[in-house]
């Protein structure tokens, strides 16, 4: 029997056993093992990814997924794409991004609605045919003489799943779990790793101003602590703690009267978890919601809506259990977070304490008609940040992140600032004050060791997980964004099928081929490859005159600028090497820059004449994109060699013009 008819009984089993559940009363029938090539544990973003690479790379697949949705945290509410530097963002992850960018009319799109972002994975799915199982929790993992040779899962019904290859994209890490491979949960000590943002810190983000009394009868400890502050007494800055920071939901509300939903009391509904968010506000007397909520707009008038200021979304302190939990306790927990949002936002919009005007700001959002149809129009994903962390064969820290340590195996790149939100809500001096929140930004794209996304030799043999990756707790508050767990599913994936035809462990796998594969980018690229200039490239780019070098904010490590208005002529030409002749549309990234001129001029030379093009200000104030943007030039007939070239100058203009990358896309 074929591997993919195998796949087909089993699923037709399971079907069977599901209508036995029906008609037949508590019986469940367990359906044959599936055996497959790769078995990818996960229905996140990085497995459907990593599901529709296996296949791509003609290997037999199943996504076993535990939840009823795909996608995680991307389809869960997570619109407004954190990423830092999209030259870190290559292959599918990338493609996913365009295809985005396709759906609003953009060559890629960071900034999108939940249902856009399912419709676009299951689009892999479905093109791939790759076999999904949902509503699966694993259950065990058979493993012999250091190699997984089955796992059980539990959904409908129980069923085994053998496999050469375990991929866990899991948030939790549960399959690295059963199998035995070592892995932590909170913060190290600053010592153990040498680093300096790691363990206990209280900082000034996201942080109490001086003077919030933390007692239900303020200036009387004996009365007690109000909800949602802890008891214990603070350590000592970098100690490391077994403490997870704070989890919450992305939120998609909408703001169209056709599309609304009013928020309404959940039920369970207590207001006085909110007693310190009104002394808060009599403290700080904002505006509008701002200071409070992460307001991100979405297309057609919706919301991504994360953390923000002291007390927000983040239910901080209340996620301790999560890692290590039942699925039972998972569930509790995801539900009192849930009945805490809503509460908030409900607590916001109709609380008479709450001042007028924010009230009247949050009425004005709903729940969306059209998003969660099945879920109540609300998220099924919570926002986990961090969980487990696999203790493997490489230690991703602070020294990568800054660039101090860099690694040769590569299989994908970071650009996150380092990024930890709180950990607990406790009295110091008298007052309330969050600890554990940690922002640095500015880090320029570093390489993600393949051996961080393996066990070591001695734990698993046959086991990559992209996701709960080995890194300590500040470097991986660098590395858990979106699309760089979909970068990585699909090096796993290929690092899985390397390893299958090598017929190796995934140890000993050739990570030049893994390499060289990735960079080759065979499932997205067409015939003939993308061609990027960047400005830092010294073989295909001319600079004249003197512009400034910055190293944040822009494509890649450094972008120019100058800020001389013409006063002295200068100029930017990228000249790409064209190996195949052909049309080929043309970008200019353009960065969000304060100051930038709304009138940049840019020369575009086909190799027989040359076209003027102006980068308008409204060119580079398209909803949709986090930072800055690929920017249109039009489509050339350009000859092979490197007679062809695209200039930016700066005659005509009035403020800041920006020279940092051009890309010549082949149609």
Same mark, same amino acid.
């Given at each position: ?36 090539d ?10 459907v990814?990593?599901? +529709? ?9 199943? =996504? ?8 995680g /945290? ?14 870190a963002i290559?292959?599918l992850s990338r ?5 985005? !960018? ?14 856009v972002a ?16 949902y509503?699966?929790?694993i259950?065990?993992?058979? %493993? ?28 939790e890490g549960?399959?690295?779990?059963k199998?035995?491979i ?5 913060r ?12 206990v810190?209280v ?16 200036g ?6 109000l ?21 919450n939901?992305?939120? @998609? ?29 009599e403290?700080?007397k ?27 979304t ?20 995801i ?9 908030? =936002? ?7 304490r ?6 009247e700001?949050? =009425? ?7 998003e ?26 602070q ?6 340590e860099?690694v ?8 996150? !600032?380092?990024?930890?939100?709180? @950990?607990?809500?406790i ?19 570093y390489?993600i ?13 046959? $086991?990559l997980?992209?996701v @709960?990756?080995?890194?300590s ?16 599913g ?8 390397v ?13 030049k081929k ?5 960079t080759m ?43 001389s208005? !013409? ?7 990228f000249t ?11 970008y200019t990234?353009v ?8 009138n ?9 004449q $040359?076209t003027e093009? %102006? ?6 104030k398209?909803?949709?994109q ?7 030039l039009?489509? +050339?007939? /350009?000859?092979? !060699? ?9 005659h ?16």
């Amino acid at each position: 029997m074929k591997t993919s008819t195998k796949i087909f009984s089993s699923l037709k089993w399971g079907l069977l056993g599901i209508c036995g559940l029906l008609t037949a009363g508590p019986m469940v029938y367990a359906a044959p093992p599936v055996e497959v090539d790769i078995c990818v544990y996960g229905g996140t973003s990085a497995g459907v990814i990593a599901a +529709y690479t296996a296949k791509q790379l003609h290997k037999s697949v199943i =996504l076993v997924s535990p939840d009823k949705h795909l996608g995680g /945290l991307t389809t869960g509410g997570l619109g407004y794409t954190d990423i830092g530097n999209k030259y870190a963002i290559t292959g599918l992850s990338r493609d996913f991004y365009r295809r985005i !960018g396709k759906h609003y009319g953009q060559l890629e799109q960071w900034i999108f609605e939940p249902g856009v972002a399912e419709n676009i994975f299951q689009q892999y799915i479905r093109s791939a045919k790759v076999p999904v199982l949902y509503e699966y929790n694993i259950s065990s993992a058979q %493993k012999e003489n250091g190699y997984i040779r089955q796992i059980e899962i539990k959904g409908a019904d129980t069923r085994v799943v053998k496999a050469k290859m375990f991929i866990d994209c899991s948030y939790e890490g549960d399959l690295m779990a059963k199998a035995g491979i070592p892995y932590t949960v909170g913060r190290e000590a600053n010592s153990q790793y040498n680093e300096t943002y790691n363990g206990v810190q209280v900082r000034d983000m996201h942080q109490f101003p001086d003077g919030i009394d933390p007692y239900k009868i303020p200036g009387k400890p004996e009365s007690g602590l109000l909800w949602g502050i802890s008891s214990g007494t603070l350590a000592a800055q970098g100690s490391g703690d077994k403490f997870v920071q704070a989890y919450n939901f992305r939120i @998609c509300l909408s703001n169209q009267p056709n599309n609304r939903i009013p928020i309404t009391a959940p039920e369970g509904y207590d207001p006085a978890k909110y007693e310190l968010l009104i002394r808060l506000l009599e403290h700080t007397k904002p505006k509008n919601l701002s200071p409070m909520l992460k307001l991100d707009l979405m297309p057609n008038g919706k919301t991504d809506i994360n953390n923000k200021g002291a007390f927000s979304t983040d239910m901080i302190g209340m996620n301790y259990n999560y890692p290590e939990a039942d699925y039972a306790t998972r569930r509790k927990i995801i539900h009192d977070h849930e009945v805490y949002t809503k509460g908030l =936002l409900y607590f916001i919009g109709h609380d008479q304490r709450v001042p007028a005007h924010l009230r009247e700001e949050m =009425l004005t959002w709903g729940y969306p008609k059209d998003e969660y149809k099945d879920n109540g129009h609300w998220s099924p994903q919570m926002y986990v940040r961090e969980v487990r962390r696999m203790i493997g064969d490489y230690i991703m820290t602070q020294a990568n992140c800054e660039g101090r340590e860099k690694v040769a195996d590569g299989v994908g790149m970071a650009a996150y !600032g380092m990024d930890s939100h709180n @950990c607990q809500r406790i009295v110091i001096n008298g007052m309330v004050k969050n600890e554990g929140d940690v922002e640095i930004g500015n880090l320029s794209p570093y390489p993600i060791a393949y051996r961080a996304i393996i066990p070591k030799s001695g734990d698993a043999k046959n $086991v990559l997980v992209p996701v @709960c990756l080995s890194a300590s707790h500040i470097a991986y508050g660098s590395i858990r964004m979106e699309p760089v767990f979909m970068v990585l599913g699909q090096s796993a994936a290929t690092a899985a099928a390397v390893a299958i035809d090598e017929n190796r462990s995934v140890q000993e796998a050739d990570v030049k081929k893994i390499q060289h594969l990735l960079t080759m980018d065979p499932l997205v690229n067409n015939s003939t490859p993308e061609i990027l200039v960047d400005d830092n490239d010294a073989a295909h780019v001319t600079i004249t005159g003197d512009w400034k070098t910055l190293t944040h904010g822009g494509y890649g490590a450094t972008f120019l600028t100058d800020e001389s208005k !013409g006063a002295v002529a200068k100029s930017v030409r990228f000249t790409p090497e064209v190996k195949k002749a052909g049309k080929y549309d043309v970008y200019t990234y353009v960065p969000r820059l304060p100051g930038l001129d709304g009138n940049m001029q840019v020369k575009v030379n086909d190799g027989r004449q $040359v076209t003027e093009k %102006k980068v308008t200000a409204a060119a580079v104030k398209v909803l949709g994109q986090t930072s800055g943007e690929w920017v249109n030039l039009g489509s +050339y007939d /350009l000859p092979a !060699g490197s007679s062809a070239y695209v200039e930016i100058d700066n005659h005509q203009t009035g403020g800041i013009v920006v020279a940092d990358a051009v890309l010549f896309i082949p149609r």
